[in-house]
């Protein structure tokens, strides 16, 4: 079982950073790949970043690509999301989650385990 805790969302001008973390409970956060979707209202959740174990491969969805970046520090049990140039469009909550698939870590399916959820607003 992993539990996931996210943190740093709020409100900021679009142009702006955010980075959000997400703290998972559990000795072996290492061999889960992790994934950042976001919801926007009246919206699907969608994918937005994976990583895969530590030193593997990262992923993003083509509207964030350039301007997000996903790492880990496993030593710390934590998944970033840094967001740079941040976009109104950008304003959804945003869910971290664990999976212990090895592939499709892009889709929601194969993810276990999810956060809570953090607000990221972005004014215009």
């Known amino acids: 079982q992993v539990q996931l805790v996210e943190s740093g969302g709020g409100l900021v001008q679009a142009g702006g950073s955010l980075r959000l973390s997400c703290a998972a409970s559990?000795?072996?956060?290492?061999?889960?790949?992790m994934g950042w979707f976001r919801q926007a209202p009246g919206k699907e959740r969608e994918f937005v970043a994976a990583?895969?174990?530590?030193?593997?491969?990262?992923y993003y969805a083509d509207s964030v690509k350039g301007r997000f970046s996903i790492s880990r520090d496993d030593a710390k049990n934590t998944v970033y999301l840094q967001m740079n140039s941040l976009k109104p469009e950008d304003t959804a909550v945003y869910y971290c989650?664990?999976?212990?698939?090895?592939?499709?870590?892009?889709?929601?399916?194969?993810?276990?385990?999810w956060g809570q959820g953090t607000q990221v607003t972005v004014s215009s």
């Open positions: 990583i895969k174990r530590s030193g593997g491969s990262t």
């Open positions: 559990g000795r072996t956060f290492s061999n889960y790949p």
């Open positions: 989650a664990a999976t212990r698939a090895m592939l499709g870590i892009t889709t929601q399916r194969a993810y276990d385990f």
